[in-house]
């Protein structure tokens, strides 16, 4: 398969509201929940971030028990991240803008052995899209 | 201000549709458009991680031009990235899992100079949660 363009573009209504569009879908962005004086209506970026994470887990481990002929009965994801508003808020550069630590939790229900089960999450971690671009460095370009 | 913990958590629903919630706010991930053969009806992963970035830059771009007194009349916002999906299918791993780049363009209405605007952009960069989480590497933990 060759390279595949992914985009999403939209247009900014407001201090904190962003409407966009990927492919046909729209995604509303929206004020994190740091202060109270101003309305949040809609998942706020960085959640975002953790729901794009989840999401993509959830297809490669999908993908992956088919390739290791493990079947799940059900699975159950959670995705926790911690992060300092300090430099976003005040430029407060000892700390990084971003998540510090992300963790997925897998709550899976599958007859597998705990063995296979092991195997498959290692391939899951190497094969995942998101899990790569946040645990590893990406080049990222912005410009007016 | 102190650490914030955010959370997103939700279940499975197929091999590649996950319906989970922010806060209150429900998110639903669908299939990747690689693949005619299973029907998308919301935006895949990727497209949310290219969304969480264009929605936090636009937050972060009202907050830092409120700092430096710029009037932004408009701004709209476009997030590309290039992704090769074989490491993810196929398992080949000469290819990175994730984005191997990601662009941000802003088009911005603002009577500020162009050096007042560099400067904008330069903090922006700096100060943008969802970047420096693509951009940088960030400690993630998947288990089960």
């Not at 005040?90 to 510090?100: I, L, P, V």
């Given at each position: 398969m060759s390279t595949v363009k992914f985009s999403f573009s939209g247009e900014s209504q407001g201090i904190s509201r962003f409407v966009g569009k990927a492919r046909d879908f729209q995604i509303t962005i929206d004020q994190p929940p740091v202060s109270e004086s101003i309305e949040s209506n809609n998942p706020c970026p960085v959640e975002y971030t953790l729901a794009s994470l989840g999401g993509c887990v959830n297809i490669v481990a999908h993908h992956i028990a088919q390739e290791l002929n493990i079947n799940l009965k059900s699975l159950k994801i959670k995705v926790d991240g911690n992060l300092n508003p300090n430099r976003f808020v005040?430029?407060?550069?000892?700390?990084?803008?971003?998540?510090?630590d992300i963790d997925v939790q897998l709550d899976v229900e599958s007859d597998a052995s705990p063995e296979l089960l092991d195997k498959w999450l290692t391939i899951v971690k190497d094969r995942c899209p998101v899990s790569d671009n946040l645990a590893n460095q990406t080049k990222l370009a912005i410009a007016v």
């Open positions: 005040n430029g407060d550069s000892s700390e990084r803008a971003g998540f510090t």
